[in-house]
Structures are given as structure tokens and as C-alpha cells.
């Protein structure tokens, strides 16, 4: 069965500096999300992605952040400069098709543990 | 925006006994309804989901209810085994035509079967 694979699986980071989270989406998927869990906490939305664009992002998505899909099938989510805060596990999630006709489920990555030091 | 409250935070339940974790959420358009399934350093999984014209689905031992008037939803699980011990997270989104609809979740109950 196809699966969202994300790369690296773990990622240590000082302040400051620039990382990139890499995911494959299932292949014929058309939607994209990013979403975070901070440790012990709830699984929260950053953005979503169709068509070469964002559709929506939520206030954590801010200037530091960007989203890429630049070949096709990698989905990627830089932050420009991280922050202590950032420390995360990052899960990207992809979806088939319209929802209307029950394509709904999003189906999760294994996530990318980040820890800023 | 959306507002998920989920409750309890931890249940606790003896193998063989249900398990009932229930969720509320605060924005009327919202019409779908996922339940996810996270073991400890894994991926949440989707284990059912209800759309807001159905009031009840079931699968195998799982099941979920829907209250659209008082905009709540449960997930009922009977028979509980060891392997249903886990974090379950409640989720609800707006879908449209042009869904690209983002999932809201609710801040998880750790489930703990007890043999």
C-alpha cells in the first residue's frame, strides 16, 4: 500500500539556522498539508497546498516559513530561521482527490522529529 | 475558527470492557468528522470517519456517533484489546467542492488497555 515517506526522520538544528523538511506525497494525490505536534501536545495545521499554491495557512505559518513543491513529487516545508519553539514533530499529510466524492482521509507521514538547540 | 475540546485526556479501561472518548467542536460548518490513531512515535492513522449526514457508522468494533444540533461526536470502541492502547486524536473540517480543507484536532486521549 502506498505511503507518505518523510526525510530525515530526525533533525538537530542550532538557533538560527535554516532546515529543510522533505516529504513524498502518495503519487496521485492532489492535496498537501503540513502539520506539527509539539511534544505531548495535539496535532496542529500549518498549511495546506493544491495546484502549485497555498490554499490556506494558519498563524504559526508565518514569515519563516515557505512550502515547495519543486519537481513534482517532493513537498517541502523551510523555515527560514528557526527558533527554540520550533522544536516539533513535523507530519505531512496528502489527499487523494474532491472531497465531495469521499476522498477525505488524509494520510500521514511518519513526521520529522525537529529539535532546535 | 474551528474549536475542538476532547475529553477525557486519559481512560483507562480493564481488557474486554468499551471505551468511549467523546469531542465537541464549535463551528457549524464544519461536516467532516475523522478519528485518528497515534502509538507512541508513529504517524496518526485513520481508523473512521463521519460525515455530518450520516448520525452513526460502525466498523467492526468501532463505532462513531454524531450530534450535529449539539455539535458533538463520540468514539465508542467495545471488546478493547492490548492493541488498542494508543493516543486517539478527534478531528473535524469543513469540506467543499474544492476541498482543501484543513483538519482541526482535538488534544488527544491516551488509552490504556489493561490486561
Known amino acids: 500500500e502506498p505511503e507518505v515517506t518523510q526525510t530525515p526522520s530526525h533533525q538537530v538544528t542550532q538557533m538560527g539556522q535554516e532546515v529543510i523538511l522533505r516529504c513524498v506525497p502518495i503519487s496521485n494525490h492532489l492535496y498537501f498539508y503540513w502539520y506539527r505536534q509539539i511534544l505531548g501536545q495535539k496535532v496542529e495545521f500549518l498549511v495546506s497546498f493544491y495546484n502549485n499554491e497555498i490554499s490556506e495557512k494558519s498563524e504559526i505559518f508565518d514569515d519563516q516559513f515557505s512550502v515547495e513543491r519543486p519537481d513534482g513529487s517532493n513537498f517541502t516545508l523551510k523555515i527560514r530561521s528557526t527558533k527554540l519553539e520550533d522544536s516539533a514533530m513535523y507530519f505531512c499529510a496528502s489527499r487523494p482527490g474532491l472531497a465531495l466524492v469521499g476522498n477525505n482521509e488524509q494520510f500521514f507521514g511518519p513526521g520529522t522529529r525537529l529539535t532546535v538547540l | ?115
Do not use: M
Request: net charge neutral.
Open chain 2, 1 to 115: 475558527g474551528e474549536n475542538v475540546e476532547q475529553h477525557p485526556s486519559t481512560l483507562s479501561v480493564q481488557e474486554g470492557d468499551s471505551a468511549v472518548i467523546k469531542c465537541t467542536y464549535s463551528d457549524s460548518a464544519s461536516n467532516y468528522f475523522p478519528w485518528y490513531k497515534q502509538e507512541l512515535g508513529k504517524r496518526p492513522q485513520l481508523i473512521i470517519d463521519i460525515r455530518s449526514n450520516v448520525g452513526e457508522k460502525k466498523d467492526q468494533r468501532i463505532a462513531v456517533t454524531l450530534n450535529k444540533t449539539a455539535k458533538h461526536f463520540s468514539l465508542h470502541i467495545t471488546e478493547t484489546q492490548p492493541e488498542d492502547s494508543a493516543v486517539y486524536f478527534c478531528a473535524a473540517s469543513s469540506i467543499s467542492n474544492f476541498g482543501n480543507e484543513k483538519l482541526t484536532f482535538g488534544t488527544g486521549t491516551r488509552l490504556t488497555i489493561i490486561p
